[in-house]
């Protein structure tokens, strides 16, 4: 009898990874839990199309699949997979051309509220308009500084995460993110 009945998503991820290096069809539980966020992912760092959004995701689950007995437990599987979206954005992404609309569609309220707050942004502009100029700012942000907020306020990984997915130093990662609002905050004045 299989064991396709413990879908549970109570199981961790490092769990999950486990039971595919034995049964690799268990591999389809952890599509279906990251995809949804990678494609997002995705679409904040390129604002590519749907379709090249999710060619790069195939890819991403490709190499994931196949690299998968390389995985260290003593990483967060989220940050392990993160990377691998990272260095695939990286490797096809020059030939995307980036349109502020892009991040438009995947800019949540709440993590704009939090933005807005952390980066001292006027806060009186209503949250659409406040996400158009953010859309509009993260465009012309340099990509190290535009994924550094992306990864903080929009995917919500803490610094350790972004750390490894980004092989940069706590420090560095910190004082990137910190250049990174600096940036926003002219950038935004600059759209204003």
Do not use: C
């Not at 279906?32 to 199309?49: D, M, N, P, Q, V």
């Not at 980066?119 to 993260?138: G, N, P, R």
């Amino acid at each position: 009898m299989s064991d396709h009945h413990l879908k549970d998503d109570n199981l961790s991820d490092e769990e999950l990874v486990r039971r595919t290096l034995s049964d690799r069809d268990q591999f389809l539980y952890l599509v279906e839990r990251y995809k949804g966020r990678l494609l997002s992912y995705i679409r904040r760092l390129t604002s590519a199309s749907q379709e090249d959004a999710e060619d790069i995701l195939q890819e991403v689950f490709i190499k994931a699949y196949l690299n998968l007995n390389g995985f260290k437990p003593d990483l967060k599987f989220s940050s392990w997979i993160y990377r691998i979206t990272h260095n695939q954005v990286i490797s096809q992404h020059r030939r995307l051309k980036a349109r502020p609309e892009g991040y438009l569609t995947t800019l949540e309220d709440g993590a704009v509220q939090t933005l807005v707050a952390e980066t001292d942004i006027i806060s009186e502009l209503d949250i659409q308009m406040t996400k158009e100029k953010i859309a509009s700012a993260l465009v012309h942000l340099p990509e190290k500084y535009r994924e550094i907020i992306i990864l903080r306020f929009f995917e919500e990984r803490d610094y350790q995460e972004i750390s490894d997915i980004i092989k940069k130093p706590l420090g560095t990662v910190a004082s990137l993110l910190s250049k990174a609002k600096i940036a926003l905050k002219k950038q935004l004045a600059l759209v204003s």
